[in-house]
């Protein structure tokens, strides 16, 4: 039984570099986090200037739904292995907030985005919009993966328009909108059970991994302890459902039924589905822990694996 736990020991020691390069690699989301565009009251984009905006401190994260539209190269044996690409939005429609995860009232979070007009009338919108993320199908069961790094073509940002919620205008939203931040496609994002050969399988999910790109300059995410939070601090997650828009309509093959039509690309001579996808889900900030922070913990946990070991041999005497 000691020789036992000395293997253990020891395995704990050993084990803490991998632990650090882990943490380090991967993003920790916030559960208390807060977003502030107080800044952009009296910006003016066009001929729209903008008021009423506010904050939400303590927050979980923000509820989101929308659409999307994916379009599936079909080689001869269907889409697997074949490239795809995806545009479409999602609606910030809600929030939870800490530490309760209570969801905040409609009142409270029509006060964040703002009325659009002189006289009151209706809220801003805030929504995540992507134009032609492409990615591969990667299995059979309905497994996708989005590119990144410079094989990502395709474009991702969070707008702020008067016009209110996206409602499928993707692509051609108002002039007067305004970027509040751009995004980066990072590794790990993709989908299960998005289904081949056109559209999504009911139980399907889709993540996106995100680097803040750019942030306005006068919009502030802080931490719980109030630090203001910078593109090389910030991390986004994004999770949602993926089901097809109308499941009795859902795509069977190349020929497609309803809202799913087969389609040839002329340039590629692939023909196509295009599948209208819904979602909805969350979306979470998230950072990477300072260095500091984890040589702390590994100070911590050395400090421990020595201490039972002294424990051990003053037994043994």
């Known amino acids: 039984m000691r020789n036992q736990k000395r293997f253990l020991s020891a395995g704990l020691l050993v084990a803490l570099p991998l632990m650090a390069s882990q943490a380090i690699a991967a993003p920790i989301p916030f559960t208390d986090w807060s977003i502030d565009l107080t800044g952009l009251n009296t910006t003016t984009v066009g001929a729209t200037t903008y008021g009423g905006l506010g904050a939400i401190d303590t927050l979980n994260d923000i509820t989101v739904a929308g659409q999307s539209t994916v379009i599936q190269n079909l080689g001869s044996t269907g889409s697997l292995g074949e490239s795809f690409s995806e545009s479409g939005y999602l609606n910030w429609i809600g929030a939870k907030v800490f530490p309760t995860n209570a969801s905040l009232s409609p009142a409270a979070f029509g006060a964040f985005l703002g009325t659009n007009d002189a006289a009151g009338n209706g809220f801003n919108g805030i929504y995540f919009e992507w134009i032609d993320l492409t990615g591969v199908v990667t299995s059979a069961a309905g497994d996708i993966s989005f590119d990144t790094g410079v094989a990502q073509t395709g474009s991702l940002s969070l707008y702020l328009d008067l016009d209110g919620m996206n409602l499928g205008l993707v692509g051609t939203g108002v002039g007067e909108r305004l970027e509040l931040a751009s995004y980066d496609i990072l590794p790990i994002s993709g989908g299960s059970d998005i289904g081949i050969d056109g559209g999504a399988f009911p139980s399907g999910t889709v993540g996106l991994t995100l680097a803040f790109a750019s942030i306005h300059s006068d919009v502030i995410f802080r931490d719980s302890s109030d630090n203001i939070l910078d593109t090389g601090d910030l991390f986004q997650f994004i999770d949602v459902d993926a089901t ?26 692939l023909s196509f589905i295009a599948s209208p996808i819904q979602h909805e889900g969350s979306t979470v900030i998230a950072h990477v822990p300072e260095p500091s922070a984890l040589m702390l913990l590994a100070g911590s946990l050395v400090s421990l694996g020595g201490a039972a070991n002294r424990k051990r041999k003053s037994k043994s005497i």
């Not at 499941?247 to 590629?268: E, I, K, Q, R, S």
Request: glycine share 12%; hydrophobic share 40%.
């Open 244 to 269: 097809i828009a109308d499941p009795a309509l859902f795509c069977t093959g190349a020929n497609g039924t309803g809202d799913c039509n087969a389609n040839v690309n002329p340039a590629t001579a």
